[in-house]
């Protein structure tokens, strides 16, 4: 099975799985921490190439790990949004803080 | 008339926050609810039942009910816990408002609910528990 971080140098790509709620935001929240501290991260890239839900959860999730990240001169991107994803972090407000990547070939 | 109803009731653990949206979700499929509908009401049910866990019985493991119905081309959703209750609602129902902010909760539950839904209703007693009410009417 692929991992859900993925290290690309200075770059963590998160694999968001299929379902991004409260159930499954927990063990990520974790391990991206304590990779972003050990790690030297310098962005974080939320692939939603997987996932086909997400509520409120997720967005709590993107903001906790922007809150940190920023703290540490880093960013936040989001990559492969469908139009479901794409609704819910314009609801939020998300849209417009986060670097939105192009749909990767 | 098109009438349907069900009643469910799950423990509050979080794997039954996937469990309860797809329960409705395919309960309203005799609707024939676009694909946009059926996310926005998974969503909305979302919402409701991690609210209940997360701040209705603070991850304690109770019993939480959701009755649906179905009336015309309408459908209705009620999400119960009988857990601590909200004390101030309509502080609640702000934007951006969490008591749990250490759980990185955003504050953004009740704003969905009632984006995605045409109406919605809260009754909550404090120490008794808390109903959420929904309803949707699937144009299709």
Known sequence: MESI???????LRILVPKDLDHHNCIAIRETADSLILKENIKEILFDFKNTEFMDSSGIGVIIGRYKNIKCLGGQVSAININERIKKILVLSGLYKMIIIYEQEA | MRENNMKLEFDSRSENEGFARIAVAAFVTPLNPTLEEIEDIKT???EAVTNS?????GERIEK?????SIKENQLFVEIQDFGCGIENIEKAMEPMYTTRPDLERSGMGFAFMEAFMDDIH???EVN???T?????KIMG
């Open chain 2, 132 to 136: 959420i009410y929904m309803n949707k």
């Open chain 2, 64 to 68: 939480i009910t959701l009755t649906a």
């Open chain 1, 5 to 11: 971080f993925q290290l690309e140098g200075e770059m």
């Open chain 2, 122 to 124: 809260i009754e909550s």
């Open chain 2, 44 to 46: 909305a049910v979302s």
């Open chain 2, 128 to 130: 008794k528990g808390t």
């Open chain 2, 53 to 57: 866990i997360i701040h209705g019985y």
